[in-house]
């Protein structure tokens, strides 16, 4: 399996509330995604990365934000959760490319009250 | 805006059938196309990546065929185990989501004794 950890796995957190999701991968990729899953609508992209710093946005990122200060760290914020927020959130990675495999970590499931 | 349709939405069949997924897309202008398992609670795990060029890619008693001009993908599971029940997702790469993976809602896949 790709060195995909997602931290923390589970989270209950209150609206209005900030909260981060970090992605952590050990395959120096140079891709990383967020994804988030509900069910009705399937994965959605969140934000990716490209590179150190160069970061863009994704189909769903209203109420998202990123960061990506070194090659094996992802970070989603969101700035004050609200409850349309709470998913699945998955991480993903891969390699050279956007259209490599993708690798995905084991998801953080995160509930907003 | 890329949409990607799989049928069934559910399958359920007894050990040892062959069996085929169907995945449709509407834009195909794409680069490749990724089929994934997804275990209930888990992450995705990659299956196959089959390339725009390509018509067919097989592991195992996998096999992913493609017709791009048509829109259409099918994932063939030979000889399948209790093992194999799982969420099949498909999502191709390119067109109008310039290089990003566009995600079906899946396939559950259950196949019993």
Known sequence: DAGITQSPRHKVTETGTPVTLR?????NHRYMYWYRQDPGHGLRLIH?????????KGEVSDGYSVSR????????????ATSSQTSVYFCAISDKSSTDTQYFGPGTRLTVL | K???TQIPAALSVPEGENLVLNCSFTDSAIYNLQWFRQDPGKGLTSLLLIQSSQREQTSGRLNASLDKSSGRSTLYIAASQ??????????????????KLT?????????HP
Do not use: M, N
């Open chain 1, 23 to 27: 992605c952590h991968q050990t395959e």
């Open chain 2, 2 to 4: 890329q949409e990607v």
């Open chain 2, 103 to 111: 995600f079906g809602q899946g396939t559950i896949l259950t196949v």
């Open chain 1, 69 to 80: 200060s070194k090659t094996e760290d992802f970070l989603l914020t969101l700035e004050s």
């Open chain 1, 48 to 56: 990716y990365s490209y590179g150190v710093k160069d970061t863009d």
């Open chain 2, 82 to 99: 209790p093992g194999d029940s799982a969420t099949y997702l498909c999502a191709p790469a390119g067109g109008t989501s310039y290089g």
